[in-house]
């Protein structure tokens, strides 16, 4: 597993425009943790993705190694779905942006965003999204179930 999270990071290295993390980096600590801070999983490679292109770069390149990956979002999956021992974590943590159509009463939310950011753009507009009540819950676990 070791080397095959070294292997997507040497695909990924030269064209990610996020943040590569491997185990003893900077960073990297306190990017595998989840809020169930009893599943403490180590990932071979944390990959905090700057925007849909990277997300697309770092499925493609884990799905051609053939190695175990994860999504994380808000990080709240009670049993670790959001992160995985030595495999790739795809982290959304930096997609965040929400934009809110009034007109059309529409808002278009990036993969990683969490209700609270949700809630603070659709509200100045006068919208709800209704969901939970807890802001740092990821807005797209809650709605893939
Ligand atoms: C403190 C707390 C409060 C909560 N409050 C509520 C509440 O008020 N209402 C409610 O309905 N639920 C609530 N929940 C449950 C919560 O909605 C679910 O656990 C939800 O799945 C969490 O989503 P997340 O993005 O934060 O978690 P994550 O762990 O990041 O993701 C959950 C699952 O979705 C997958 N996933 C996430 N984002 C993507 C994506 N963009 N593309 C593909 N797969 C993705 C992950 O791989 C994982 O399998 C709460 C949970 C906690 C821990």
Known sequence: MVEASEEVY??????FKGDLLRPGESGYEDARIIWNGMVARRPGLIARCADVVDVQN???AGSE??????????GHSLSGFST???????DLSRMRQVT??????HAMIAGGCLLGSIDT?????????PSGVVSHTGASGLILG
């Open 10 to 15: 040497s695909s990924l290295q030269r064209r």
């Open 58 to 60: 770092a499925v493609r």
């Open 65 to 74: 190694i053939g190695i175990l990956a994860a999504v994380r979002c808000g």
């Open 84 to 90: 995985c021992d030595g495999g790739i974590v795809i």
């Open 100 to 105: 809110v159509d009034p007109e059309a009463c």
């Open 121 to 129: 753009a659709t509200q100045k507009a006068g919208l709800v999204f």
